[in-house]
């Protein structure tokens, strides 16, 4: 069996479009939990040489395809997360933008999200990025609760978080917020700030449990006892809570942690779900593009070194192994509330019946649909599903 996409099945799903992911790595302060690719220790020099990389990556990788090359291509979503984009010049992203995004056919209906940090969100970044086409935002908020947002380690605070929300009311179409559901968190004052951000605009909410990271401060401090780890049916009753109540707000969960109204679901995030061909650029940026998947250089230096000698920044390559791509088709469906079709689960990987009973999850139009119980349970279905399908 070949191990790659056939080469016809992917200029195929590239000719229906696709994504652009830019990741932008710095943040004014480094969360004690936070694994992404990110720093708190650059300067202009830094950010101007990174940003001029990820155009110069954008150019190796149309070199090397003609779709991209010659602008055949049409870009569905457009997605700068980070890290914190807000912390970049806005001169500095729309020169990015004008050298990457710009270089390719925009859909008419184009999702155009960047990431902000409710400290760096000013008026002057909010118009700015309008002026780039930018037409959602998605607000890094955590917590409305200053004793909970101390409790994560944030830099801002409950204030910072409202008034960002108020100016990404007034000038952004589409509104998504953040929340983590972490130690400190109570029911009832999570699901009144839910309600809160809600009549303030938010359409759109990210919803997740705080997990431990190897490698963060926060894994550092659990594992020396200065902290518990989070987790335990204190949260897991959070989760639930918050789900209801958004429900009842008429946001509809539409994966474990996404909810939004009718139609402001992330575009972006869908399309990854349904294996739409999305290019990602920059430090640590992951991408599927062509036959393959790869993943970039995370170190900054070496991300930039590779791409000034002309090389492309991949610190990793997957060629796609079909089995690979069972499960994850699979793990990424069971996510959804779409569910995961029956066809893909292979015979007796799941205890059906059992689970059904248990309200773990409903067996319906052919699929297998989580219940929001079921959700929090999905790390123990994928290792079942992962043995299944190995
Ligand atoms: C890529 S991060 C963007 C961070 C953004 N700069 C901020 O600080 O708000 C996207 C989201 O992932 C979530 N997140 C990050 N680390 C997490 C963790 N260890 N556990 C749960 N959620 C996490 C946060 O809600 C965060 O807003």
Known sequence: MSA??????????????????????????????CHFTRTAAHDAGLRGRVAAAM????????????LLREGRVQLRTLYVGGGTPSVLEPRLLGTLLAATAGRLPAAADLEATAEANPESFTAAVADAWRAQGLNRVSLGLQSLD???????????????????????????????????????VRPRSLVAELREAVAAGVGHVSLYILEVHAGTPLAADVAARR?????????EACYLEAVAALEALGLKQYEVANFARPGQESRHN??????????????????????????????????????????????AVDPLAPAQRRLERAVLALRTAAGLPLSLVPAGALPLARGEADGLWRLEDGALRLTPRGFLRLDGLESLLARALR
Do not use: K
């Open 4 to 33: 790659r996409v056939p080469p016809a099945a992917t200029a195929v799903a590239l000719r229906r479009g696709g994504g652009l992911y830019l990741h932008l790595p710095f943040c004014r302060s480094v969360c004690p939990y």
């Open 55 to 66: 155009a110069g990556e954008f150019a190796l990788r149309a070199a090397r395809c003609a």
């Open 146 to 184: 200053d004793a909970v947002l101390r409790r994560l380690g944030r830099a801002g605070n409950a204030a910072d978080n409202r008034r960002a929300l108020a100016l990404a009311a007034r000038r952004f179409p589409r509104v998504a917020a953040d929340w983590i559901v972490g130690p400190g």
């Open 227 to 235: 902290a518990r780890p989070p987790g335990g049916r204190a949260l």
């Open 270 to 315: 869908r399309a990854y779900w349904r294996g739409v061909p999305w290019l990602g650029l920059g430090p640590g940026a992951h991408g599927f593009w062509g036959r393959r998947r790869y993943a970039n250089h995370a170190d900054l230096l070496a991300y930039c070194g590779a791409v000034e000698e002309g090389r492309l920044p991949e610190d």
